[in-house]
């Protein structure tokens, strides 16, 4: 018997192979959830879904355009009747230094981050609220809690610090509707969302700040998620919890 068996579940940026995301999606559809994964690539997600399973799906979503958010939730609504769960996974980041920071890098970094975490959650909570119950788990970041200093820029971890503001504010407004918001502060995680960009010098400096010698994978982070999506976290609400190998140790 799974965790999440008979539960329905919304992953977003889950089509990277790699990724955090389908790592989450894969391990919620081992413990009996049904998945839907959204992703800008439609083709993509589609083959994400129908690489964990024929009853999951997947559906083109851009997590910055509200109106498209509100689209892809009505339709599992028609389709499932019903969401519990909410993993606003969907990020990028970029390797720039304050000076370097350009407008159009603030608002891609900013938009996708933050913006796409409130949207997707405005548009799932209401469905949750009528249900008296649903988990949304977001994910932030170390360098949220350090102030940089792994791989995103000052703008990345703006945004991801942002995030841990959003869920525990909307994580207030939401308990009386037995509508759970947590986030997850993973630290330097071996995916793929560096972009190449990623030196072999700056590895070494990232692995010699970690206590437990090596990077992360991402069924470490899904580990966690599956936990706050779960009933084992069914009075936690409001926290941060770091998956990061000791590299913060408050």
């Keep these: 018997m799974g965790l999440l068996e008979g539960k329905f579940a919304i992953v977003t940026g889950a089509a990277s192979a790699r990724g955090?995301?389908?790592?989450t999606a894969k391990l919620f559809a081992e413990h009996g959830a049904?998945?839907?994964?959204l992703d800008l690539d439609l083709d993509?997600?589609?083959?994400?879904a129908a690489d964990i399973g024929e009853q999951h799906i997947g559906l083109a979503c851009n997590v910055?355009?509200?109106a498209a958010c509100q689209a892809a939730v009505d339709e599992l609504v028609a389709k499932w009747g019903r969401i519990d769960i909410l993993v606003n996974n969907a990020g990028i980041t970029q390797p720039l230094k304050s000076l370097?920071?350009?407008?159009?890098?603030?608002d891609a970094?900013?938009?996708?981050?933050?913006?796409?975490t409130l949207y997707m959650s405005q548009v799932c909570v209401p469905v949750m609220q009528a249900q008296k119950s649903g988990s949304v788990v977001n994910l932030s970041s170390v360098s949220a809690q350090r102030g940089g200093g792994i791989f995103g820029g000052p703008h990345y971890s703006a945004a991801k610090a942002g995030i841990l503001g959003l869920t525990k504010a909307m994580a207030r407004e939401f308990a009386p509707d037995q509508v759970r918001f947590n986030a997850i502060c993973p630290g330097f995680i071996a995916t793929d969302i560096t972009g190449g960009k990623l030196t072999p010098e700056m590895k070494v400096?990232?692995?010699e700040g970690i206590p437990m010698g090596r990077a992360g994978e991402a069924s470490d982070?899904?580990?966690c998620a599956l936990f706050l999506a779960s009933d084992l976290s069914a009075y936690c609400t409001g926290t941060e919890v770091d998956v990061n190998g000791g590299s913060l140790i408050h």
């Design 64 to 66: 910055t355009d509200k």
């Design 34 to 37: 049904t998945v839907a994964i």
């Design 20 to 23: 955090l995301g389908k790592a």
């Design 221 to 223: 982070v899904a580990g």
């Design 100 to 106: 370097q920071i350009e407008p159009g890098n603030y």
């Design 205 to 207: 400096m990232i692995l």
């Design 44 to 48: 993509a997600a589609k083959a994400a």
């Design 109 to 116: 970094v900013m938009d996708v981050n933050l913006r796409g």
